[in-house]
Nanobody
């Protein structure tokens, strides 16, 4: 059973940086896609970034391109989201997700809160 545990959220000021971590366990992820989603108060959950575990190919939502970087550490089975130049509109609960390529994201973490003050 896949388990995803996020950490690294917090309260920061606009322009600051944070790095989120997602520790993954329960299987081999070489055929999986890992992703970060976020959900702001009163809004639907939205895609932020994804990475294909085997190739390292990445994809980003337009509003975070150039500011956020998704990466993975094979040895630690951990996915990261480096967030720079944070804006108040980045405030949300951030979720780590995992799923087989072409199969959708069936596994989710519990979420970590990111709050950016102006």
């Amino acid at each position: 059973q896949v388990q995803l545990v996020e950490s690294g959220g917090g309260l920061v000021q606009a322009g600051d940086s944070l790095r989120l971590s997602c520790a993954a366990s329960g299987r081999t992820f070489s055929t999986y896609v890992m992703a970060w989603f976020r959900q702001a108060p009163g809004k639907e959950r939205e895609f932020v970034a994804s990475i294909t575990w085997s190739s390292g190919s990445t994809y980003y939502e337009d509003s975070v391109k150039g500011r956020f970087t998704i990466s993975r550490d094979n040895a630690k089975n951990t996915v990261y989201l480096q967030m720079n130049s944070l804006k108040p509109e980045d405030t949300a609960v951030y979720y780590c997700a995992a799923g087989p390529r072409g199969g959708g994201f069936g596994s989710w973490g519990q979420g970590t809160q990111v709050t950016v003050s102006s």
